[in-house]
Nanobody, 126 residues
Framework: QVQLVESGGGLVQAGDSLRLSCAASGRTLSNYGMGWFRQAPGKERAFVSAIRWSSGSTYYADSVKGRFTISRDNAKNTVYLQMNSLKPEDTAVYYC???????????????????WGQGTQVTVSS
């Protein structure tokens, strides 16, 4: 019903910037919430950021606040994650996810989301 495809990952050096994209298809995203999660080797899948499609309200994990920015493009049905001042600890596979009716209480839990992309690798070297 909703297909998500991430892109934009790569290998960069500490301090560099990178922009991830998540293109959605299958249906319109009105009333949906979109989230970004990441999973580093040996770690649990962790919340990074989320956005309410209709209102544009944004939310961030403390670890990325002030460095990352989430946004959406209605015409392209795409959500972005702009990552600045990247650190080696940002290295992970980044996943885009979608849920109909995102709530604040559950948005940080990966089990909340119904639709997932395949992930894109981000590697930050020192």
């Amino acid at each position: 019903q909703v297909q998500l495809v991430e892109s934009g990952g790569g290998l960069v050096q500490a301090g560099d910037s990178l922009r991830l994209s998540c293109a959605a298809s299958g249906r319109t995203l009105s009333n949906y919430g979109m989230g970004w999660f990441r999973q580093a080797p040996g770690k649990e899948r962790a919340f990074v950021s989320a956005i309410r499609w209709s209102s544009g309200s944004t939310y961030y994990a403390d670890s990325v606040k002030g460095r990352f920015t989430i946004s959406r493009d209605n015409a392209k049905n795409t959500v972005y994650l702009q990552m600045n001042s990247l650190k080696p600890e940002d290295t992970a596979v980044y996943y885009c996810a979608a849920i109909l009716g995102l709530t604040y209480a559950t948005m940080m839990r990966w089990t909340t989301y119904d639709y997932w992309g395949q992930g894109t690798q981000v590697t930050v070297s020192s």
